[in-house]
């Protein structure tokens, strides 16, 4: 019954998603008749820039955040330990980490040039970069900081979605003076935002099963079984809807 439940709320915020964009591009027409005044419609097609930002939020936090694995330890050929473990750690860590830092900047770098006059964003160098990826790491390893980390995130997300939002309908060029145009070499800013959202929202869970309980203090990760695949598989339909939503509103 729970399982039927969500999968009948999925189904219907990822159609509310398929037509949320064409009524808000009829809010922007009834907006553009009077673009010089603020009006009833004007408002309303500001405030609808946020209703995707705050689905991805609460479906995020509610289903890609919160892992359960089962596990299976008895059989020595279904596990992963020694320097394999410790490469894949490493790795999916301190990448985990980068995204996240480099993410973060992206929000402060669209601050700095969007409301502040005057002052350039300065690039963080190799040291200041290693401290906050070495700080995002150490909150990654505890369970509470890494559930705090990642609606940290999400709430970034939400921010640079309404900051983009505005950048739109101001018809606010964005040059190569903010950080997020290096990224893919995209013109679609809201998908430069998915992209990334979307590489934290499959490392976190990568990092998640790694972390899974005491999977880290004993030094044996049971393999991934079929079942685990799933979420990888919900995380890429949820975030090709709104790939779509953002396509269709362009």
């Known amino acids: 019954m729970i399982i039927k439940n969500n999968t009948t709320k999925l189904l219907f915020t990822l159609s509310f998603l398929l037509i949320l964009p064409f009524v808000q591009k009829q809010w922007f027409n009834l907006y553009s008749l009077n673009i010089n005044d603020i009006s009833f419609y004007s408002i309303l097609y500001y405030l609808s820039g946020a209703i995707c930002p705050f689905l991805v939020y609460i479906n995020s936090l509610k289903n890609y955040t919160y892992y359960n694995f089962t596990q299976d330890k008895i059989h020595s050929t279904k596990i992963i330990k020694g320097k394999r473990l410790l490469f894949l750690v490493a790795i999916n860590?301190?990448?985990l980490s980068y995204l996240i830092a480099d993410y973060i900047y992206i929000n402060y770098d669209l601050i700095i040039n969007l409301f502040i006059e005057g002052i350039n964003a300065p690039q963080?160098?190799?040291?200041?970069?290693?401290f906050f990826i070495?700080?995002?790491?150490?909150?990654?390893i505890f369970k509470r900081s890494r559930f705090l980390l990642k609606k940290i995130i999400l709430v970034n997300f939400i921010l640079i979605s309404l900051y983009l939002w505005h950048l739109q309908i101001k018809n606010i060029s964005?040059?190569?003076q903010f950080h997020i145009y290096r990224y893919f070499g995209l013109n679609d800013l809201n998908l430069i935002n998915l992209f990334?959202?979307?590489a934290i929202e499959i490392s976190f869970?990568?990092?998640s099963f790694l972390s899974y309980k005491t999977n880290l203090s004993d030094w044996i990760v049971p393999?991934?079984?079929k079942v685990d695949v799933i979420p990888f598989l919900k995380i890429f339909i949820f975030y090709v809807f709104i790939i779509i939503y953002y396509s269709i509103l362009t």
């Not at 963080?124 to 290693?130: G, K, N, T, V």
């Not at 070495?134 to 990654?140: C, E, P, R, T």
Request: hydrophobic share 55%; aromatic share 10%.
């Open 93 to 95: 860590l301190i990448f």
């Open 124 to 130: 963080p160098d190799i040291p200041q970069l290693s």
């Open 134 to 140: 070495l700080l995002i790491s150490i909150l990654l």
């Open 174 to 176: 964005v040059d190569d």
């Open 196 to 198: 990334i959202l979307v």
């Open 205 to 207: 869970y990568t990092w």
């Open 223 to 225: 393999r991934p079984q």
